[in-house]
């Protein structure tokens, strides 16, 4: 398709935002706030897609795959702040990793034209070992980045499943996908500036992607983090109470068990829940494959 970044919903003017300069305060988060309304609707409009999404993610990391989410600039860096908290919610290592065009170890001083690399998308996924187990998700408000063009072409070409995540309908990022997310929520309050609405879309869909695979591969028990890693004593206690709520039994006793099981909360939420031993309960664990919702 013709490549037109003036024709782009995204770098539309927003008539709402045209006096924003002017606006008293009052009047300018109103009107953000109510521009931000669109957000929900268009992440409610592509429900169906983002479901086939996160089915292939479950199935990717079930089967010892990785979830790679690629992008540039702000787009990527949702991408990586998604996957890291995944760690830190869920004790992920890598099944959800993050790829920002760059390589960028600074934020503050990334390189704004890494974005425009087309081949290095396929080569910083080279350089990662994705292989077929993996599946990748290219992250491009623009749907025209060439360096997550490159990477989505790159993994068609190597038979790799992939997906796109963009705010434009009839993008480039859609032509090299098996299944593209378009979250279109309107112009922007500053024009073309997409870590606003563009970027909230993301961030919501993000969310769902990782927490909604995690809850069904099982590390969410009822809406209770149950797999956080035990590495600094606030989340330590955080677990005690999590078993706490789980179970109704008391901190003091949460505080034995987890220590019993070095703080595998499953473990000690099943010998909470079921009067076992830590043996059994680590046995059972294994042949749900970590799935505690098998279990109880």
Known sequence: MKDNLLKLTTEERNPNSMNLPHM??????A?????DEACTKAVQAILPVINQVIEICVDTIRSGGR???????????LGMLDAYEANATFGTTDEFTAIVAGNFTDMMKTDGSAEDIEENGGLDLQNR???AKDFVIGISSSGRTPYVIGALSWCQQKGIRCAGLVNNKHSIVAEHCDLVMEAVAGAEVITGSTRLKAGTCQKMILNMITTITMAQLGNVYENLMINVPPVS???RTRLEYILDQATNCT???AHELLVQCDYNVKAALLMALKGISKEQALDELA???GNINQLV
């Open 251 to 253: 901190l003091v006793t």
């Open 31 to 35: 009107m953000m706030n109510h521009e």
């Open 129 to 131: 070992h994705v292989t």
């Open 24 to 29: 008293s305060i009052e009047a300018a988060t």
């Open 287 to 289: 042949v749900a494959e």
């Open 233 to 235: 004593n606030k989340m």
């Open 67 to 77: 979830v790679i989410f690629t992008g540039a600039a702000h787009s990527g860096y």
